[in-house]
């Protein structure tokens, strides 16, 4: 079960830092904002073929503008997915995904930071209750659940906030959500030229791999129910042991 805030404050990641997080935030958001504004690229936002020329031909500068910007808005409500879609389109597939991957960790990172860290209280009032079902699974198998969660849902914000409100720990976060983004985001690199134009516009492939991931999600989650179900007689099983071990001990 996802713990109260008296609980989560013992917890031995859940150290409190009240004001830094969001300060070194704001001031990098602010400082995209303005290198933004200064270099045109806020203009640009109007047409997607001068913006993606405007991105690739700032070189390692429009690397590292990317990795920020996907790192600093997508945890507050900017879909990652334009991020995603867009990275193939202005660069080869091995360094899109290179870059989608650097930039999805990072917010999926500081997305779980801020929950645990900064806005507790409030981000506990407001789990969705779709993910509240999975406290439980993440009791007993964080890994597994935050790698079956990531290859299914992705990183929407909320998902961030449900991990970080969590007692798992920042390692098991990290590594789980790392294993389950690679599939996905090789896909959308790889074939991501193929499923929109340089407008953003579907291509006759769009469908097909859209319905193939959505298969692939809900196999990943037959998979894990099928293993759950498995392990359940098996830990009936232990508990009659452990009991009748009592039993004769007392």
Known sequence: MIPDVSDLTSHPNARTRPWLLPVVLMLLLALLLWGAWRSGWLERLRDVRSLVRTIADAGPRGMLAF???????????????????????????????????????????????????VARDWVLARIPGRLRRYEEALARRPFRTVLVLRLVLWMPPPLHAFFGVSRITQAVHFWGSLL????????????????????????????????????????????????ERREQPRATETNKTSSSTSIIAE
């Open 67 to 117: 990795v920020v910007a996907f790192t600093l808005l997508q945890p507050f409500a900017v879909p990652g997915t334009l991020f995603i879609v867009a990275a193939p389109l202005i660069w080869p597939w091995q360094v899109a995904f290179g870059l989608s991957l650097t930039g999805t960790m990072a917010a999926s990172v500081v997305g779980f930071s801020f929950a645990r860290w």
């Open 180 to 227: 389950g983004y690679i599939p996905p985001l090789l896909v959308v690199s790889g074939l991501g030229s193929q499923v929109l134009d340089a407008d953003l516009r579907p291509q006759p492939m769009a469908g097909p791999v859209m319905l193939g991931m959505t298969f692939f999600s809900v196999l990943v989650l037959l998979v894990a129910r099928w293993m």
